[in-house]
C-alpha cells in the first residue's frame, strides 16, 4: 500500500464524517472543530476505528487528543508514514 498524502487522508476522514453525520462535505474545514461537526465523544472514537480500518493503522490510545479534523488528519497521516514501512 502506498502512504497517502495528508490531503488523501483529510480528503477520505472528511468524507467519513460527511457520511457519519450526513452532512455536506464541502461544508466541512480542515479547522472545524469536531464537536462543531456534530461529533461527540463516541463519534470521534468511531471515526478513529474507521480511519484505522481505512488507513490500515492502530492508533495508540495516547494518541487521541484531537480538536479538530486537521488534527485528526495529521495524526492519521502520521501513522500511516510510520507503520507503512
Same mark, same amino acid.
Given at each position: 500500500?502506498?502512504?497517502?498524502? =495528508? *490531503?488523501?487522508?483529510?480528503?477520505?476522514? &472528511?468524507?467519513?464524517?460527511?457520511? $457519519?453525520?450526513?452532512?455536506?462535505?464541502?461544508? /466541512?474545514?480542515?479547522?472545524?472543530?469536531?464537536?462543531?461537526?456534530?461529533?461527540?465523544? =463516541? *463519534?470521534?472514537?468511531?471515526?478513529?476505528? &474507521?480511519?484505522?480500518?481505512?488507513? $490500515?493503522?492502530?492508533?495508540?490510545?495516547?494518541? /487521541?487528543?484531537?480538536?479538530?479534523?486537521?488534527?485528526?488528519?495529521?495524526?492519521?497521516?502520521?501513522?500511516?508514514?510510520?507503520?507503512?514501512?
Amino acid at each position: 500500500m502506498t502512504t497517502p498524502t =495528508l *490531503d488523501e487522508v483529510a480528503q477520505a476522514l &472528511s468524507q467519513m464524517v460527511a457520511d $457519519k453525520m450526513d452532512i455536506d462535505v464541502a461544508s /466541512i474545514q480542515a479547522d472545524s472543530s469536531l464537536q462543531s461537526l456534530g461529533l461527540d465523544s =463516541l *463519534d470521534i472514537f468511531d471515526l478513529i476505528f &474507521s480511519a484505522e480500518d481505512h488507513f $490500515k493503522i492502530k492508533v495508540p490510545n495516547d494518541q /487521541i487528543k484531537i480538536e479538530t479534523l486537521h488534527d485528526v488528519s495529521v495524526l492519521v497521516h502520521k501513522l500511516t508514514v510510520e507503520q507503512n514501512k
